[in-house]
Nanobody, 117 residues
Framework: QVHLVESGGDLVQAGGSLRLSCAVS????????MGWYRQAPGNDREFVAN???????RYRDSVKDRFTISRDNVRNTVYLQMNSVKQEDAAIYYC???????????WGRGTQVFVSS
């Protein structure tokens, strides 16, 4: 059984910073592509960032140069460092894992980010 557990969601002031974490129980964490998605009320879930097993990262345009995704293959954890947070970043953030070898994907339950003006 694979579990993804997010943490770090909080109320942050616009312009501030926040770091989200996702702890993953998977025997081959290092081989997974890990990602973050988000969903704001009334909106579809959208891609935020991901990082491959080769540490190649990719971002949606609106968070480039503000958010940084990283991974720790010893702690089986992926992070999302959010800087210069904006009102439009408020959402539930979901951790995602893709196992390309077995063709599976997994989701966490989400962590809520609130942004105050």
């Amino acid at each position: 059984q694979v579990h993804l557990v997010e943490s770090g969601g909080d109320l942050v002031q616009a312009g501030g910073s926040l770091r989200l974490s996702c702890a993953v129980s998977h025997s081959r964490f290092g081989g997974l592509t890990m990602g973050w998605y988000r969903q704001a009320p009334g909106n579809d879930r959208e891609f935020v960032a991901n990082i491959t097993s080769a540490n190649i990262d990719r971002y949606r345009d609106s968070v480039k140069d503000r958010f940084t995704i990283s991974r720790d293959n010893v702690r089986n954890t992926v992070y999302l460092q959010m800087n210069s947070v904006k009102q439009e970043d408020a959402a539930i953030y979901y951790c995602h894992a893709r196992d390309h070898e077995l063709g599976y994907q997994y989701w966490g339950r989400g962590t809520q980010v609130f942004v105050s003006s």
